[in-house]
């Protein structure tokens, strides 16, 4: 049994930066991915970047470049550094992680997952 508490989130202007942080509680041995999901209004949730248990990333093509994906304190910390935010980068964050090896391949499926926070706001002006 995993919980997830998100910080970090806020507002920024285009062009500013933003460090998302998600602290994972309770039994973290065998997470196997962990991953930062986004839903902006009138949009479905979407994978925005994943960190497999071998330490191999996964961003989606529109924060790649962007966006870092990292881990902290072993597996009980996952950071999401986010930089030269743009406006359509505004949303509700959401960390997850999850114990299922199928989330290994090349690809950010939220079915994989099955561990959430709560979820995080960013807005980005401009």
């Known amino acids: 049994q995993v919980r997830l508490g998100q910080s970090g989130g806020g507002s920024v202007q285009a062009g500013g930066s933003l460090r998302l942080s998600c602290a994972a509680f309770?039994?973290?041995?065998?997470?196997?991915?962990m991953g930062w999901f986004r839903q902006a209004p009138g949009k479905g949730r979407e994978g925005v970047a994943k960190?497999?248990?071998?330490?191999?990333?996964l961003y989606a093509d529109s924060v790649k470049g962007r966006f870092t994906i990292s881990q902290e304190n072993a597996k009980n910390t996952l950071v999401l550094e986010m930089n030269s935010l743009k406006p359509e980068d505004t949303a509700m964050y959401y960390c997850?992680?999850?114990?299922?090896?199928?989330?290994?391949?090349?690809?950010?499926?939220?079915?994989?997952?099955?561990?959430w926070g709560r979820g995080t706001q960013v807005t980005v002006s401009s």
């Open positions: 997850a992680v999850t114990y299922l090896k199928s989330c290994s391949g090349n690809f950010i499926r939220e079915a994989d997952f099955n561990y």
């Open positions: 960190l497999n248990s071998g330490g191999s990333t």
């Open positions: 309770g039994y973290t041995e065998n997470i196997y991915c």
